[in-house]
């Protein structure tokens, strides 16, 4: 059993090498209980999204937790992010949205409010406005979707970013201003 000392969970690891081979599971415990709070089943994948990038993604296919609000889920999905770093993924994640299992309450604004999207910006908006007017969806509100999570970029980067743009700009301003002369 391994420790994760931020989270004061402890996972146990093993690999499903039966129904799906390259499938890992965690099991994850509290602590200070011992008791069992969660499952993650994953396994790495290659979506093939973006030509000349490493695709790989951590799919997840089971996200299963003992009790809901309390955190739990939240620190699984972090701990996923961790571990698809750890093996090449580079944080990017991907879920099946089900709402086969719980139907008046799906996973889908769960996701939605960890940073996952879907490849849909119409349905992002519909989440986003469920969860700014804190209701619960249902199956009847979301089919089944893919959600993905690319890893957050950095405030810095952002900063950068936006720093060039301006620049930029200044630069074609100027540009404009001597043709004009």
């Known amino acids: 059993m391994k420790i994760d ?8 690891y093993t690999v499903n090498k039966i129904m799906h081979p390259a499938q ?3 099991d994850i415990y509290d602590i200070n209980t011992s008791k069992k709070v969660g499952t993650l089943v994953c396994h790495k994948t290659e979506l093939p999204l973006r030509p000349n990038c490493n695709n790989s993604v ?3 296919d089971f996200l299963e937790v003992s009790s809901k609000n309390k ?13 698809s770093k750890h093996i090449g993924c580079n944080g990017f994640l991907i879920v ?3 709402g086969s299992f719980t139907p008046q309450r799906i996973p889908h604004i769960f996701y939605r409010k960890f940073g996952f999207s879907t490849f849909d910006k119409r349905t992002d908006i519909k989440l986003d406005k469920f969860i700014k007017e804190n209701r619960s969806a249902t199956k009847k509100d979301f089919p089944c979707l893919i959600m993905h999570y690319p890893p957050k970029t950095p ?7 936006k720093i060039v743009k301006i620049i930029e700009r200044i630069k074609q301003s100027f540009s404009m201003t001597a043709c004009k002369l």
Do not use: C, Q, R
């Open 5 to 12: 000392s931020e989270s004061k969970f402890a996972y146990k």
């Open 24 to 26: 890992n599971i965690f």
């Open 58 to 60: 951590l799919a997840i």
């Open 71 to 83: 955190g739990i889920g939240t620190k699984i999905l972090k701990f996923a992010e961790e571990y």
């Open 96 to 98: 099946k949205a089900d």
């Open 155 to 161: 405030k810095s980067t952002k900063f950068i970013k």
